[in-house]
């Protein structure tokens, strides 16, 4: 019954920023654990940032580390993923997620998913 709905995708250059919204159903979101994830054409999806259903702690693939922030607005029902220096290897489908775990990294941790939105940067 939790629906999640991701916005904020486009084109940028390589070096620019972006933020991805993604706003939640239901009345306890503040107890999910949310992440992103991407995917490009070809190639499994990857996790690349989490924020903790304990206290919003946040975590990150080694790849975006640096690079990306994810935060939350619980009042809102929403996560975001600002991401600033893109590459052009962050080309790919963005999908926030939820789950009801701790810290988790893996597809199989997330019960519900987005339709995702297209991130592309070019060089």
């Known amino acids: 019954q939790v629906q999640l709905v991701e916005s904020g995708g486009g084109l940028v250059q390589a070096g620019d920023s972006l933020r991805l919204s993604c706003v939640a159903s239901g009345r306890t979101f503040i107890s999910y654990t949310m992440g992103w994830f991407r995917q490009a054409p070809g190639k499994e999806r990857e996790f690349v940032a989490g924020?903790?259903?304990?206290?919003?702690?946040?975590y990150y693939a080694d790849s975006v580390k640096g690079r990306f922030t994810i935060s939350r607005d619980n009042a809102k029902n929403t996560v975001y993923l600002q991401m600033n220096s893109l590459k052009p290897e962050d080309t790919a489908v963005y999908y926030c997620?939820?789950?009801?775990?701790?810290?988790?990294?893996?597809?199989?941790?997330?019960?519900?998913w987005g339709q995702g939105t297209q991130v592309t940067v070019s060089s």
């Open positions: 924020t903790s259903r304990s206290n919003g702690i946040t």
């Open positions: 997620a939820k789950s009801t775990l701790l810290l988790p990294k893996n597809t199989y941790h997330y019960d519900y």
